[in-house]
């Protein structure tokens, strides 16, 4: 009986390996895509970024009907099942190596994203990232190194405390105003985590001779802030 528990589950567990998209886009920039609502008041600005810096682009949770993507990103298992539906079918779907094995056998055109499920120090191993980086967003500027990435730029990922305090939406893509007070505080915690972890990306990049992060929509992250229209400015002045 025992044996049989334990045969189940780790049955449902897959192996973590290199990736198979290691240096997959060598020199290439990255454009990641989270799902803070500042992505829908910078769409035209987007747009402009993609046409003049031509990124690669992964997408997290949902994309913008507006903007084109490469990749489609999930690491958790109920964001994936409700937005199933929502999969570009000319993006590849990049699934968490920790979501169900029966849930990832329903894709097909997929690469796992090798990470370990921890919240431990960032650090990347072979390919292999060496923690979850607390949000699914953080984790793909993580993927973005390891497939090769020359500079890397974040949409969409807003922190918390400003959405909370003006009342604002939570995602782009739904009202969902926070009301609740532990809720509030949870949402917060991830803030600071996303916080941390965006400092020691950023000091790995940086040691290994790349820029500085650079989220080019409204945050709360400010260290890293740098307005897409600066940097439109900037790729014109060229």
Known sequence: MLSRIFNKFFSESLTITTPS???RHQDRNFLILGGGPSIKENIDKIKKLQEE???????????????????????????????SKL???????????????????????????????????FSINNGIIGSNCRTSAVLMIAVAFVMGAKEIFIAGLDG?????????????????RVENRAYN??????????????????KFLIKKGHPKLKI????THLEYFYPAEKLLFKSRSD
Do not use: C
């Open 185 to 202: 505080e949870y949402l917060l915690r991830i803030e600071a985590l996303n916080d941390k972890y965006l400092n020691q990306i950023n």
């Open 53 to 83: 810096l031509n990124p690669v682009v992964i997408a997290v949770n949902r994309a913008h009907d507006e903007i084109n993507i490469d990749y489609h990103a999930f690491t958790n298992r109920k964001r994936l099942e409700s937005n």
């Open 216 to 219: 080019i929509t409204e945050t």
């Open 21 to 23: 998209y290691v240096n």
């Open 87 to 121: 999969i570009r079918k000319n993006a590849k779907l990049l699934l968490g190596v920790h979501l169900p094995k029966k849930i990832i056998n329903k894709f097909k055109n997929y690469d796992l994203v090798m990470y370990q499920n921890t919240e431990s120090d």
């Open 160 to 176: 918390y405390s400003n959405l909370i305090k003006s009342k604002k939406d939570i995602h782009f893509w739904e009202e969902e």
